[in-house]
């Protein structure tokens, strides 16, 4: 059977969340509830498995090869031997060079796009400074590039932090709503089968245990999620996604070992699937996406 969890589906969105774990306490009775609205909060619960992220390695999950995993669907924290955090070194580069998300559904005659846009610098000068992130290092499989500040002055990207508060710095761009931003997000989805976004505030701000600064970016995760929920075209699922908990828990500046939220809507069977850890969701979106040039052939 062709595509058993995702039928009727054309388009996917991935939401990649950086630190955002499955709440011991459940998501009803987390710091979500209390921050992002009820709509957010009842996807989670309805169309959301528990993914391992710990992936077999001793140690608390990072993102350098949480994200690699997430991408590439190697075990990233296997093959260093260890969890690695923050941006990918020499070795788990060559390995996201050689194959990861968006080079597969190249090769499969599908187009992938990042619907973040870079604005001070671009992947290349990023990746000269060493401040380049998986997505960064990925984002060169891209034969168009990535989004820039012209592309975000139409309202046809997204910046990090959906609302462009860190932006202070641009003149002359006005701040966007996390429902505007939902939005925009579609607009990108127009031109591409399979769209990442990718949002970290939840773990940069899940470091610093600021339950104040939390609210803001829980509440704008939660509505712009909610918001895409909604207005969600017919032939488009949403996928959410984290490398490794964080936020869920503000007892602690670390991150955590809680599974994380792997979140499907419209959902068609997730609950039945066999994923497992943070390392199956690659397969899982490779199913969604077919090789086009097999069923051109008939083979
Ligand atoms: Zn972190």
């Known amino acids: 059977m062709k595509r ?4 009727q589906t054309d388009k996917l969105i991935m939401i990649m969340v950086d630190g955002f774990g499955v709440p011991a306490e459940g998501f009803a009775n987390s710091l979500y509830a209390e921050y992002c609205p009820k709509r957010f909060i009842d996807l989670l619960q309805n169309f959301s498995i ?15 090869t949480g994200q690699t995993t997430l991408f590439t669907g190697v075990n990233a924290a296997e093959y260093c031997g260890m969890h690695m955090q923050a941006f990918p070194g020499p070795s788990l580069r060559e390995l996201i060079r050689k194959r990861n998300v968006y080079s597969v559904l190249l090769e499969r005659g599908y187009r992938p796009a990042f619907a973040n846009s ?26 168009q590039g990535v989004f820039r500040l012209p592309d975000l002055r139409r309202n046809e ?22 429902e505007d931003a939902a939005f925009d997000l579609l607009k ?20 610093k245990r600021s339950r104040e600064k939390l609210s803001g970016v829980l509440h704008n995760l ?11 075209p017919e032939n488009t699922a949403i996928l959410l996604c984290s490398d490794h908990g964080n936020c869920e828990d503000i007892t602690t500046g670390a991150h955590t070992m809680n599974p994380v939220p792997m979140l499907l809507y419209p959902d068609t069977g997730l609950e039945k699937s066999s994923l497992f850890s943070i390392k199956d969701v690659m397969d899982f979106i490779l199913l969604h996406f077919p090789d086009k040039r097999i069923e051109k052939n008939g083979i």
């Open 4 to 7: 058993p969890l995702l039928k």
């Open 188 to 207: 990108v989805v127009q031109n591409y089968d399979f769209v990442l976004f990718e949002y970290f505030m939840t773990d940069r701000i899940g470091h």
């Open 157 to 178: 990207a997204v910046v990090h932090d959906i609302t462009r508060e860190t932006l202070d710095y641009v003149e002359d761009l006005p701040k966007r709503d996390p």
């Open 118 to 143: 870079y604005i001070r610098h671009s992947p290349a000068e990023l990746l000269e400074l060493r401040y380049a992130s998986v997505t960064t290092v990925m984002s060169e499989s891209l034969p």
């Open 50 to 64: 528990p993914l391992d992220a710990c992936l077999g390695v001793e140690g608390i999950p990072q993102s350098a």
């Open 222 to 232: 939660g509505t712009f999620i909610a918001k895409l929920s909604e207005i969600l």
